[in-house]
């Protein structure tokens, strides 16, 4: 029997969980087993290998919310594994990751009761944004103008562009700065990644006080405000800490 795994805790915390019950990958039923000082939320994997798909991917996360929910933040926490790590015997997780790591998984553990995974993502209208660049910019306005409607010369196209794209580029670091400012103070830890999308300017998980989450989203409100609804914002204010819990392997 191959074991689709979700999430690692304390065994000392499995009273918390005594009465959840979960649908998994597959609809197996969600159990757990102790590895002692450890244990592991499964399911029975019906599959060898797991495809990256939308269904999946929700099921794997709606799984980790429940059990984020399922227990007070203040008290434990699990630690989510990555999407798709199927095993066949128990022994492998203990021989390849609860033993060798288990003083680094006890401390991510330890770090992260109390606290919580935010993202924020921040989209814009490039074409908008430069147009109120060279708005704001009496002299960048005056040589695009005198630029119209003319044959340029190789030099001249590329004095333009690279006067508009640092332009752009300006605009979109003020953004970034102002949102870093008010938010990192309010958080532990932060993580910046990858840009999903041409429109995507700024991509950041934090990690914060569970408790201080309605003062964040706040602050959130605030900055779209600041820029006046003209930035498209998603915020998650509830997600597994995937980006606060790497083992270093080396």
């Known amino acids: ?21 979960l649908k998994g990958m597959n609809a197996q039923s969600v ?57 066949d015997e128990w022994e492998e997780v203990q021989n390849d990751l609860l033993t060798p790591y288990e003083d ?34 009496q002299g960048l306005q005056q040589r695009r103008e005198a630029l119209m409607g003319k044959v340029l010369s190789m030099d001249e196209a590329i004095a333009i562009g690279q006067e508009l794209e ?6 979109k670091q003020i953004i970034i700065n102002a949102f870093l400012n008010t938010l990192q103070p309010l ?3 932060y993580v910046e990644g990858e840009l999903l999308t041409e429109s ?18 706040t602050s959130v409100e605030n900055l779209d405000q600041q820029f006046e609804n003209r930035l498209r914002i998603r915020y998650n204010d509830f997600t597994a800490p995937y980006n606060f819990v790497n083992v270093d392997r080396d």
């Open 1 to 21: 029997m191959s074991l689709y795994l979700y999430a690692i805790l304390l065994s000392e915390n499995l009273d918390l969980l005594k009465d959840i019950d």
């Open 31 to 87: 159990q757990f087993q102790a590895i002692t000082p450890f244990a592991i939320a499964y399911s029975e994997a019906q599959q060898t290998r797991y495809l990256a798909s939308r269904a999946n991917l929700i099921t794997h996360e709606t799984v980790l919310e429940s059990l984020m929910h399922a227990i007070d933040p203040h008290r434990a926490v699990p630690l989510p594994l990555q999407f798709g790590l199927v095993v």
């Open 104 to 137: 680094q998984l006890k401390n991510l553990i330890n770090n992260l009761i109390g606290k919580r995974e935010v993202s924020v993502k921040l989209f814009w209208n490039q074409n908008e944004e430069l147009n109120l660049a060279v708005a704001e910019n």
């Open 166 to 171: 640092s332009a752009i580029e300006d605009r």
């Open 187 to 189: 958080s532990n830890a």
């Open 200 to 217: 995507m300017i700024y991509n950041g998980s934090f990690l914060i006080d569970w408790d201080k989450e309605p003062e964040f989203a």
